[in-house]
């Protein structure tokens, strides 16, 4: 999807202002490029959205919020998570003054590289908007995890606060008999936004005028039912929200009354080659969903990328996907009790797509259920926050080049020591690393994964519920989080003063 290009504008502003005026270099009469590559700089300011968790009474709720350390990160800062109004308040956007003064934030962020956790339970616990400036900035993530005991979605639902943008691609949504997938919207910006809904189907675009100009008032969030866009019942939906205007947050939540329910975040955006990270290894189902938004239909290989190598699935060598219309594949048991990665790419020409699976574990009354959708690299950089003891599996893929990465375990938000690893990743492989846990720790810990060297790098983190009979889980992909930003190189210039 589009990312917003704030960050970029803040630093190149901040330079601005150290030399008065900034003028970037260009090449000499000669014909030789000498301009300088662009500097690498941290952002000064970071956005994040957190959805409204659930519409259950039983439900409890952790965040975890935590900035790692990054080198030449302005030493000040701070960061801050609010609530967010419903449509129903009206979309004000305030509070009277005596809320002002009782309510307080569910978790209060602290300096880099300590993290924080906060708590809340029931239906009623809102929608959040955070924002980071200075040193809290670069890198900053904030987990939700909500445990529900029963009913539609029961188990465990987590999501990693995303940056508001302005399109996103949730393939994997349904409205089929027992799903109940709502699609939620932040707006964090002081004007209202005006978003479209689209769902495609198996057959094409769904009839629908509900989903066109949906208004989002300023500093507000809402969800809509998918099932009242359209009457349609479908298994594999992809929802494509675009906004016309402004910027939103963006989620899916699905439920289902018998394999529980997760959040689905946005997929990367349509690529022709997709990488979707860390399928759990104990899956007793896996579907593969997929879409492509072009006029051309798409031809793509399926291998899995297990601990040994790339592999192709018996029986689902090849997908084939019509242009306009989401295709639904079951692979059963593809990883068969080992680590894996489902790698697409093209049988010939390139056509852009975008894909998601949905994963069960569990079986009869024990099954839960939980999505990863195709992801980009990790990049410099990924944190993932909340992780907890026994609990938390790391899934590292290299599916080109092998690949060197670090692993650092944050300290525990109630204690513990900070905790590196470095591990080799062989082409073509995916493995379940044992990652680092902080010596003497108390509470749950931040994962921060860095590249060190060779081929990119995807990345996920499943976390599992506290009771080892239940099949609860939720799956976390690990993109880069744009903690840095490239500001091309600047001189100072006085002479744009005389022109």
């Not at 990488?275 to 879409?291: E, Q, S």
């Not at 069960?360 to 999505?371: C, I, L, M, P, Y």
């Not at 846990?437 to 599992?464: C, D, I, M, N, Q």
């Amino acid at each position: 999807m589009k990312r917003t290009t704030l960050s970029l504008i803040a630093c190149a502003t901040a330079l601005a202002a150290v030399t008065g005026f900034a003028a970037v270099s260009a090449p000499d009469g000669s014909g030789t490029d000498t301009a300088a590559p662009a500097a690498r700089l941290p952002v000064e300011r970071t956005s994040l959205l957190c959805p409204a968790p659930s519409t259950s009474d039983l439900a409890e709720t952790a965040y975890t919020s935590f900035t790692p350390v990054t080198k030449g990160a302005d030493e000040k800062g701070d960061a801050e998570l609010a609530t967010a109004e419903t449509a129903e308040d009206g979309g004000k956007g305030e509070k009277d003054d005596k809320d002002e003064k009782t309510e307080k934030p569910v978790v209060q962020p602290k300096a880099p590289g300590t993290p924080v956790a906060g708590e809340t339970s029931g239906a009623d616990a809102p929608a959040l908007i955070g924002t980071a400036e200075g040193g809290t900035a670069p890198g900053w993530t904030v987990q939700q995890t909500t445990e529900v005991a029963a009913g539609t979605g029961r188990g465990l639902q987590g999501v990693n606060c995303t940056a508001p943008d302005t399109e996103f691609w949730f393939p994997g949504a349904g409205t089929a008999t027992g799903r109940t997938d709502y699609v939620h919207l932040t707006n964090p910006d002081d004007s209202a936004a005006v978003v479209d809904i689209e769902l495609y189907g198996k057959d094409g675009a769904l009839k629908s005028t509900v989903g066109e100009g949906v208004t989002v008032p300023p500093h507000t969030s809402e969800s809509l039912l998918l099932s009242t866009l359209s009457e349609v019942k479908e298994t594999d939906l992809t929802v494509h929200v675009g906004v016309r205007s402004g910027r939103v947050g963006a989620a899916v939540q699905a439920l289902d009354d018998k394999t529980g329910g997760d959040w689905l975040t946005a997929a990367a955006d349509p690529a022709s080659e997709l990488v979707l990270p860390g399928i759990p290894k104990d899956a007793t189902a896996v579907r593969l969903v997929l879409f492509t938004p072009g006029g051309t239909d798409a031809d793509l290989k399926v291998r899995l990328a297990s601990p040994s190598g790339l592999i192709t699935p018996a029986g689902h060598e090849t997908v084939h996907v019509k242009a306009g219309m989401t295709t639904g594949v079951d692979l059963g048991e593809v990883t068969r009790g080992e680590a894996g990665s489902l790698v697409l790419t093209p049988t010939d020409r390139a056509v852009p797509v975008v894909a998601a699976v949905r994963v069960v574990r569990g079986k009869g009354d024990e099954q839960e259920s939980a999505f990863v959708p195709a992801s980009d690299p990790v990049g410099a950089r990924a944190t993932v926050a909340d992780n907890r003891a026994k609990s938390t599996t790391l899934a590292l893929s290299a599916t080109g080049e092998a690949a060197q990465v670090k692993v650092t375990a944050s300290a525990g938000t109630e204690g513990g020591t900070p905790a590196t690893k470095t591990y080799t990743i062989k082409a073509g492989t995916t493995q379940n690393v044992d990652a680092p846990v902080p010596a003497g720790l108390k509470g749950s810990y931040a994962l921060t994964v860095e590249t060190v060297s060779g081929g990119p790098v995807h990345a996920s983190r499943t976390l599992t519920g506290s009771d080892d009979d239940v099949a609860a889980f939720t799956v976390q992909t690990l993109p880069d989080d744009r903690g840095m930003v490239s500001v091309p190189n600047a001189d100072e210039d006085l002479s744009v003063l005389q022109k």
